[in-house]
C-alpha cells in the first residue's frame, strides 16, 4: 500500500480564505467533494443530508455535518483542525449554513454540488448571489505540491508495475473483461487502494477511446488498448498502453509509431510558460502531418490529482501558461473506426526547467502472446 501523508491543510484554508476574498466571494460552501478533501482531508460521502465546509475571508472555518456522521468527520484530518456544527435529523442544516454566512452575500459553491443542495441554499440565503467555487479552488488544486507529486509518482510506478505484469500474460482467447479484472488486482496488489477504471478495448473496440470492457473475446494478431488507473492515498494514476497480440500488422506498427512520436513531442513541448494548447499542438501536429489528424478525436490531455479528470486541460484553445506543479496527462491517440485504435498515455509534473514523466511503462509496441 501507498502509505498516506500528512498534507498542509491549515495551510490549504487559509490559501483557500484569501483568495476567495480576492474572487469578492463572502464566503466558500464546500459540499463532499475532491474541494473537501483537499481542504480539511475529509473524504466525505456524497449523501442527501447536508455536510458543508463555510470557509470565509475573515472568520475561522466551520464544518456543517449530521450528527451520525460527526465520528467519522471527526477522525479525518478535519478533526482537531476546524470547529464542527453538527446538526440533527429534523433541523433544517440550510439554516444552519445561513446562520453561519449570514445571507445577502457572494457564495462560491462547489461545482458538483447536488442541485437539491444549491436550491435549498438558495432559499435559505435569499438575495444572495451563488458562483462557482472553481475559480477558487482550481487555482489551489492546479499546482501540486513536491508531497502530492510524490503520490502521484508513487501510483503511476504502481501503475507501471500493473502493465509489466500483463504484458508477461497471455492475453489471446481471453475476454477483456478478464483482462481488464486482472489490471484492477494489479493495481491493488502493487499499491493501489482501489482500481477506479479498467478499460481493454481489444481490435475494433480500441477505436472508442472510452470503451468499456466487455466480453469480447481477444483474436490474435490484434492490437488491444490498456487504460487503467485508480487510487493510491487520495491520488489517481491513468496509464494507457497499447499492445499487439502476436505479430503486428505493418499498418498497427505504423500507427503506433507516429503515435508514439506524438506523445513524445507533447512531451518535450511541455514546460514552465507554455500556454497548456500548445502542448495538445504538438501532439496533434505529428499525427495531422502523418495524415491522420482526422483520427485524433479528441484532446491531447487533462489534469490529475484527487481526480482523475481535473484542471488543467490540454485542449486547444486553453491558452493558460503551465507551471510548475501542474500534473497531467498526455495521451494522444489515432482511432480507426471499425478496425483498430492506438492510445500512449503518461501523466506529467511541469517542473522549473520542464516536465518530468510519473509513468515509465516502456512506450514501444509491446508484443504478447
Ligand atoms: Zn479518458
Ligand atoms: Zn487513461
Ligand atoms: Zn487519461
Redesign the pocket.
Known sequence: MIRPMRHDHAGRLKRAAEESRAAGMDALIVTPSADLEYLVGYQAPPLERLTALVVRPAAEPVLVVPVLERPRAGASAAGGLIEFQAWSDGQDPFDVVGGIVGGGGTYGLTDTMWAMHVLALRDALPGSTFVLASPVMSKLRIRKDPGEIDLLAKAGHSADESFARIVQERLEGRTEQDVSRALARYLVETGHDVADFGIVGSGPNGASPHHEAGPRVIQPGETVVL?F?GRAAGYFS???RTVSVGEPSGEAKEVHEIVREAQEAAFRAAGPGVPAQEVDRAARAVITEAGYGDAFIHRTGHGIGLEVHELPYIVEGNAQPLEPGMCF?I?PGIYLGGRFGVRI?DQVAVTVDGAIRLNNAPRDLAVVG
Open positions: 487504460d488507473g491513468d496509464l494507457t496527462s495521451e498515455e
